[in-house]
C-alpha cells in the first residue's frame, strides 16, 4: 500500500476560490477515477493558503493505472487548463509515501 501525498500551495485569498473550483469539477472526476481521497485538509495554523489530500492506492502500478484513466479523460484535461488559467495555486507538490511497519490504515 502507498499514498499519494499532495500539497497545494494557493496564491494570497485564493484558497477559497480553488477549493470552489476544485469541490464542483475536479473531485468529482477523482471520485469516479481514485475513489474517495484518504484524507484532505486546509492548513489552520502554520503555512497558510495550503490543502493537503492523500490518496490511497495498492501499489504504484496501481496508483499509475487509475491516474493514467484519468489523465486520459477530456473533461479532467479541461478541469487541469482551468486551474492553470486561474492563476489560483502557486505551487502543487507531491509525494509517495509508504506506511511504517506498525501503522495498519487498512483498520
Not at 494557493?10 to 475536479?26: C, I, M, Q, W
Not at 492548513?43 to 489530500?53: A, E, F, K, N, Q
Not at 495498492?58 to 492563476?87: C, F, G, H, N
Amino acid at each position: 500500500m502507498i499514498f499519494d501525498h499532495r500539497t497545494y500551495t494557493a496564491r494570497p485569498n485564493k484558497l477559497s476560490h480553488f477549493l470552489t473550483l476544485y469541490e464542483e469539477v475536479g473531485l468529482p472526476m477523482q471520485r469516479h477515477y481514485l475513489g474517495e481521497p484518504f484524507g484532505f485538509f486546509q492548513t489552520h495554523i502554520g503555512d497558510l493558503s495550503r490543502t493537503v489530500h492523500l490518496w490511497k492506492y495498492d501499489s504504484l502500478a496501481d496508483r499509475e493505472e487509475q491516474r493514467d484513466r484519468m489523465e486520459a479523460d477530456p473533461e479532467w484535461q479541461a478541469y487541469r487548463r482551468k486551474v492553470i488559467e486561474t492563476d489560483y495555486l502557486l505551487d502543487m507538490r507531491n509525494q509517495i509515501l509508504k506506511p511504517v511497519s506498525f501503522f495498519n490504515p487498512g483498520k
